[in-house]
C-alpha cells in the first residue's frame, strides 16, 4: 500500500492516524512492554543486559564489579556468546579460580 | 576485683549464648562443592567437595540431618550427611545420548524419590530431540528416573524450566505434590494428577535470586507446613496485594493474611526461629534509580513494623542466620553482608573467598 498517497486533507488525517495506531517492529522485542534501548545484535545472542550495557543503554544495571556476574553467566550456557560453554565444552573453565573478583587472571583461556 | 570478676563472667556468659544460637551455613560454591560458614567464628570451617558438577540447588531435609544438592554439569544428585558433612550418595542422570534439564524438586519424606519437572534432550548422528517438559521422578536409591508424565496444557506455563519456576513441596504422607508458581498447583503424587488450583502467585521479584528449590523457609517451616510471600489479585480491579500465607500441606487449608499493595519486587520472606517477625527486602525503581528496602513484619499481627534503606546490588539473595538475628545479602560474588535484624543496619561483610552459585543456601542452627 505504500503506493498510494492522501490526495486530500481528510484522507492525510486519515493517513496519519493509521501511521500511529502502528507499533514499531523490532526483532525479539515483546510489542506488550514498553521501548527500551535497542542493542544491536552481536554483543549477544540472548537479547537481555549484557556485559557492555544493561536493558536501559546505560551500565548502572550491571553488577559492580562485572566479575562479581561472570560465573553465574557462564554456568549452565547462560551467555554462550560472552563467556566459555559451561555445559559442552569447558566445564573447567572456573577450577582454577575460585573468586572471580579476586583472581581472575587465574582463569584458563578458551579457544573456540 | 569482685567487678572484674563479674565482667568476666558476663562476657562469658555472653559468649555461651553466642555459641548457643550460632549456626552453620552451607552455601553451594564454583567451582563443585558447598562451602560451611560458621556463624560464630565467622570463617569458613570446611568444603565438601561435590562429585557430579557446579550446585545449582540445595536443599534440607525436612528432619534437618541431610542435605540435598543438584549440580548441572551432568545433571546429577548429591545427598550431604549434614553430622559428618560427607557427601553419602551421588550419581548423574545423563549418558552419552541423553542429558537432562531440571531446575525445581523436591525430596519425598522417606528420601528415597525425587518430584522435579525435567526436559529429555537426545542425541542422534546428525540431530538433537529435544522433549518437552514432564513431571519426574527420579529414584535416589535405583540412581535413575523411574517415571515421567506428561504436563497438562493449563500447567505449561509454569513448567517451562526457568530458574525458580514451579518449585514443588511434598506433603508429609507423601501424598501430594505442591507446586508454587503463578499459581498453586495440588497434584496427587502418584500420578501426578491435578487435584485443585489456589489462586494465589508467588511475588515477582527482578534482579533478587530467592528461588531456590526448596521453599523459602526450609528451616523454620514445620513437617507439612508451607508458609511463604503470596501476592493476590481481586478478578474486577486487579490490584496485586501481598501477605504472608501459611500452607497446611495435610488439609491444603490456606490462611492468606494481606498486607499491602504489592510493591515492583519482593524477594521472599525470611522468618526468626520463634516464628515472630519476618524480612523481606522490597525494590521499586529499575537499573539506576533502583532502590531497595529492608522491610521488618511482626507475625503477630501481620503488620509492616519498620523499613530502613539497603544498598542495591544487582543480584542477591536474602538470608538470615540459625538465630533470628542477623539478615544476609549475598550472592553475585564471594562475600554475605551482615546486617542487623533489629535495627537492620549494615555490620559487616564475610568474605567466603569463593564465589558461590545462585542456589541459595541452607541454615542449620
Known amino acids: 500500500m505504500k503506493h498510494m498517497r492522501p490526495l486530500n486533507k481528510k484522507a492525510a488525517r486519515i493517513d496519519a492516524y493509521v501511521t500511529s495506531r502502528t507499533d514499531d517492529v523490532v526483532a525479539l522485542q515483546d510489542a506488550a512492554k514498553q521501548q527500551r534501548p535497542h542493542v544491536p545484535m552481536g554483543c549477544s545472542i540472548m537479547f537481555t543486559p549484557g556485559w557492555e550495557v544493561d536493558a536501559a543503554g546505560g551500565t548502572a544495571g550491571l553488577c559492580q564489579p562485572v566479575e562479581r556476574d561472570i560465573y553465574d553467566c557462564f554456568v549452565s550456557c547462560y551467555w554462550p556468546a560472552q563467556v566459555p560453554d559451561h555445559l559442552n565444552n569447558a566445564a573447567d573453565w572456573t577450577a582454577k579460580c575460585a573468586s572471580a573478583t579476586k583472581d581472575w587472571r587465574n582463569l584458563d583461556l578458551v579457544f573456540p | ?365
Open chain 2, 1 to 365: 576485683m569482685a567487678i572484674k570478676r563479674l565482667t568476666l563472667l558476663a562476657a562469658g556468659c555472653a559468649v555461651c549464648a553466642c555459641f548457643a544460637s550460632a549456626g552453620t551455613l552451607y552455601l553451594p560454591a564454583y567451582p563443585a562443592a558447598v562451602v560451611v560458614f560458621d556463624e560464630q567464628k565467622a570463617q569458613v570451617v570446611d568444603r565438601i567437595p561435590l562429585e557430579t558438577g557446579t550446585p545449582m540447588s540445595i536443599r534440607l531435609s525436612t528432619d534437618h540431618k541431610k542435605i540435598y544438592v543438584t549440580t548441572i554439569d551432568h545433571n546429577g544428585f548429591e545427598v550431604i550427611d549434614v553430622a559428618t558433612r560427607k557427601v553419602i550418595n551421588h550419581f548423574v542422570l545423563n549418558t552419552a545420548t541423553k542429558q537432562y534439564r531440571f531446575f525445581a524438586g523436591t525430596p519425598d519424606p522417606q528420601g528415597k524419590l525425587f518430584y522435579t519437572v525435567s526436559k529429555e534432550i537426545t542425541k542422534f548422528p546428525e540431530h538433537y530431540d529435544v522433549g518437552k517438559w514432564k513431571y519426574t521422578v527420579v529414584d535416589l536409591e535405583q540412581q535413575k528416573i523411574v517415571k515421567t508424565v506428561d504436563i497438562p496444557k493449563e500447567e505449561e506455563a509454569q513448567n517451562q524450566g526457568d530458574w525458580g519456576s514451579g518449585a514443588i513441596d511434598v506433603s508429609p504422607d507423601g501424598k501430594y505434590l505442591y507446586q508454587w508458581g503463578e499459581k498453586i498447583t495440588i497434584l496427587q503424587a502418584s500420578d501426578f494428577k491435578v487435584l485443585d488450583h489456589i489462586d494465589l502467585a508467588r511475588p515477582e521479584a527482578p534482579g533478587m535470586e530467592n528461588a531456590h528449590f526448596g521453599s523459602d523457609l526450609d528451616l523454620i517451616n514445620e513437617p507439612g507446613e508451607h508458609t511463604a510471600m503470596f501476592v493476590w489479585a481481586d478478578p474486577v480491579v486487579h490490584n496485586h496485594v501481598f501477605g504472608l500465607a501459611r500452607f497446611d500441606l495435610n488439609t491444603k487449608h490456606i490462611d492468606f493474611n494481606p498486607i499491602g499493595p504489592m510493591p515492583a519486587g519482593m524477594a521472599g520472606i525470611e522468618v526468626t526461629p520463634d516464628r515472630k517477625w519476618a524480612y523481606t527486602v522490597v525494590q521499586n525503581g529499575l537499573h539506576g534509580n533502583k532502590r531497595c528496602e529492608f522491610w521488618a513484619f511482626d507475625l503477630s499481627s501481620d503488620r509492616l513494623t519498620q523499613k530502613a534503606e539497603v544498598p542495591c546490588r544487582t543480584r542477591f539473595t536474602l538470608g538470615i542466620s540459625a538465630d533470628g538475628k542477623k539478615l544476609y545479602i549475598y550472592g553475585a560474588g564471594f562475600d554475605i553482608e551482615v546486617y542487623d535484624a533489629a535495627t537492620l543496619k549494615y555490620e559487616k561483610t564475610w568474605d567466603l573467598t569463593t564465589d558461590v552459585t545462585y542456589a541459595g543456601i541452607v541454615v542449620v542452627p
